[in-house]
């Protein structure tokens, strides 16, 4: 247990639906992330927030929607996914300490 | 973009051999970390070690960096059956505001 909680673990959408990823973390930390992991490919950064601002958009498709309404709680909104999107999404975490502290992941699989 | 790179990809042994991991990388860092993940997990944080440091032990965990040669090893001494996991190194590199850049992972099966 990291600290770090993301809901759903698991989610199948067809392409036309809208769903959303939740993350949250009561550690303390500034820094919040969304990572894609793909299977036999590293992990793929796709956002980055700090202090609620975005500081990193990792030229991810319009089709993923991030949003930090406060310092403890990241979302990913999902539209129109493809199928090459089914992957595990991660979320993680950081304060001062260079350390990342991860969430379980959602797998997702699109349809 | 600066990547690290694993290898092997694979590795299997025997409970109690030891296991050796190692990653390599492009550019200047800051610090250097080990990652463990469990299967369709989220990673764990093990070890991390700072571009000043050449060895750093934690538990059965041993690593070592050679800024020179831009590489890093991931030692597991007396391997366990529950040792068996992915394991990823991650780089901090030089002005990236803290972002880490992951390797691909070494998949290790450590056998009864």
């Known amino acids: 247990e990291t600290g770090v909680t993301q809901t759903p673990r698991h989610l199948v959408m067809g392409m036309t639906n809208k769903k959303s990823l939740k993350c949250e973390q009561h550690?303390?930390?500034?820094?919040m992330y969304w990572y894609k992991q793909s299977a036999k490919k590293p992990l793929e950064l796709m956002f980055v927030y700090n202090f609620k601002e975005q500081t990193e958009n990792n030229s991810v498709p319009s089709r993923f929607s991030p949003e930090c309404p406060n310092s403890s709680h990241l979302f990913l909104h999902l539209h129109t996914l493809q199928p090459e999107d089914s992957a595990l999404y991660l979320c993680?975490?950081?304060?001062?300490?260079?350390?990342?502290?991860f969430g379980p992941g959602t797998r997702l699989l699109v349809l | 973009s600066q990547q690290g790179e694993e290898d092997p990809q694979a590795l299997s042994i025997q409970e109690g051999e030891n296991a050796t991991m190692n990653c390599s990388y492009k550019t200047s860092i800051n610090n250097l970390q080990w990652y463990r993940q469990n299967s369709g997990r989220g990673l764990v944080h093990l070890i991390l070690?700072?571009?000043?440091?050449r060895e750093k032990h934690s538990g059965r965990l041993r690593v070592t960096l050679d800024t020179s040669k831009k590489s890093s090893s991931l030692l597991i001494t007396a391997s366990r059956a529950a040792d068996t996991a992915s394991y990823f190194c991650a780089t901090d590199a030089f002005n990236q505001g803290g972002k880490l850049i992951f390797g691909q992972g070494t998949e290790l099966s450590v056998k009864p």
């Open positions: 550690l303390g930390h500034n820094a």
């Open positions: 070690i700072r571009s000043n440091e």
């Open positions: 993680a975490s950081n304060g001062a300490e260079e350390t990342q502290y």
